[in-house]
């Protein structure tokens, strides 16, 4: 079945260091791959995604692409703010299924000044 | 515009209770999902309904049901409580076809639900 294996946290940084999260996953077919952020007491947001091997997603200066020969799907940030701690996960779904997300078990981030 | 909506915030059963949780998508939103999120691990899917029909469920004992309103709302019902069930129970909607790749799913802030 399709799983998804993240790198374990805590992960503690300084203001404006550089952060990678792993992230690598098992699918049949040719899933999407999405990370999620959660902040403490809130639900879930989407934070990026990538459809289609070689994607690069991004937002809010995050960027993730998508590696179909590594199967790897690994976040990354120039410059972290305090604004960035958060628990980020890593997920996906597979072909007609795109409601059904699997989820790693979640990277804590916590950034200090 | 409301995002989804979950009520209760929090609930605390006892073992062998059964519970109700609610869930409202975003206005326009057809698809509605479940999840449980055990402390420390990442949401584990439940279920999905369109148009008022379940179109996917995970791997969850039976004691697990829910259903979906002519309105889209949403309901989960577990049965005969655990102290495993103990968990944060998310609910997400998503905007375009059951299979739509390409609306993002929406997530509520959650139920947390203690049972003792």
């Known amino acids: 079945g399709d799983s998804v294996t993240q790198m374990e946290g805590p992960v503690t940084l300084s203001e404006e260091a550089f952060l990678t999260i792993n992230c690598t996953y098992t699918a049949t077919g040719y899933p999407s791959l999405f990370w999620y952020v959660q902040y403490p007491g809130e639900g879930l947001q989407l934070l990026l995604k990538?459809?289609?091997?070689?994607d690069k997603g991004s937002n809010k200066g995050f960027e993730a692409t998508y590696r179909k020969e590594t199967t790897s799907f690994h976040l990354e940030k120039g410059s972290v703010q305090v604004s960035d701690s958060a628990v980020y996960f890593c997920a996906l779904t597979s072909t007609g299924t795109a409601s059904k997300l699997t989820f790693g078990t979640g990277t804590r981030l916590q950034v200090t000044l | 515009d409301a995002g989804v909506t979950q009520s209760p915030t929090h609930l605390i059963k006892t073992r062998g209770q059964q519970v109700t949780l609610r869930c409202s998508p975003i206005s326009g939103h057809k698809s509605v999902s479940w999840y449980q999120q055990v402390l420390g691990q990442g949401p584990q899917f439940i279920f999905q309904y369109y148009e008022k029909e379940e179109r996917g469920r995970g791997n969850f004992p039976d004691r697990f049901s829910a259903r979906q309103f002519p309105n889209y709302s949403s309901e989960l019902n577990v049965n005969a409580l655990l102290l495993g069930d103990s968990a944060l129970y998310l609910c997400?909607?998503?905007?375009?076809?059951?299979?739509?790749?390409?609306?993002?799913?929406?997530f509520g802030n959650g139920t947390r639900l203690t049972v003792t």
């Open positions: 997400a909607s998503r905007g375009q076809g059951h299979t739509s790749y390409n609306s993002p799913l929406h």
């Open positions: 990538a459809t289609k091997a070689d």
